[in-house]
Structure formats: structure tokens, C-alpha cells
């Protein structure tokens, strides 16, 4: 099992930054794949970044490349989403998720709000 824990979401204006945590626990940290996604109102849950196990492949949506950059801190059991440039469009709940080696996204943090006013 795997624990997920996000903080850092809030408000902000738009052009304006913001860091998204998310702390891991329950299981080896090093061995899982690492993402983030978020969910609009009314909207499908879609992918935003991924992470590997060791950090060295990074993975986005095309809308975020050049201004979203995850990170990981395999001491620490950690992933960050540093979000820089938002847009109104970039508002929702962001969750953090966990893949373990050959399975899928089964591993979900409780999501944080992230709101990009005009």
C-alpha cells in the first residue's frame, strides 16, 4: 500500500507561480513511477506530468511543457509540481498518484485545489 499526502495548492493570479508537494509513505518510494493529474469542474481527470523511478525520465501534457517542472527527492519520499506561468485554464483539483513497477495509476492522494483567477 501506498500513501499520498499533496499540500500546496491555493489561489493565485494568473503569470503567477505555485509548488504542489506531494509526501509518499507505505511503500519502497524509489521503486515507483511518480505523477501528477488534475480534474477540472465538469471535466475528465487528465495526466499533467510523470516522473521515474529514478528520476531521469520526465513526462508532460503539451499544454504545461515550459512551465510545469517535476521533481523528486527519493531521500525524502517526496514530488513536487513547481507550476510557473498558471492560466485560469490551469485550475483544478491536482492529485498526486503512484505506479509501481508493471502496474497502473492505483495509488491516489485526496488532491489539492489550485485556483488561477484572471
Known amino acids: 500500500q501506498v500513501q499520498l499526502v499533496e499540500s500546496g495548492g491555493g489561489l493565485v493570479q494568473a503569470g503567477g507561480s505555485l509548488r504542489l508537494s506531494c509526501a509518499a509513505s507505505g511503500r519502497t518510494f524509489s521503486s515507483l513511477a511518480m505523477g501528477w493529474f488534475r480534474q477540472a469542474s465538469g471535466k475528465e481527470r487528465e495526466f499533467v506530468a510523470a516522473?521515474?523511478?529514478?528520476?531521469?525520465?520526465?513526462y508532460y501534457r503539451d499544454s504545461v511543457k515550459g512551465r510545469f517542472t517535476i521533481s523528486r527527492d527519493n531521500a525524502k519520499n517526496t514530488v513536487d509540481l513547481q507550476m510557473n506561468s498558471l492560466k485560469p485554464e490551469d485550475t483544478a483539483v491536482y492529485y498526486c498518484?503512484?505506479?509501481?513497477?508493471?502496474?497502473?495509476?492505483?495509488?491516489w492522494g485526496q488532491g489539492t485545489q489550485v485556483t488561477v483567477s484572471s
Open positions: 498518484a503512484a505506479e509501481p513497477p508493471g502496474g497502473s495509476w492505483g495509488y
Open positions: 516522473i521515474s523511478w529514478s528520476g531521469g525520465g520526465t
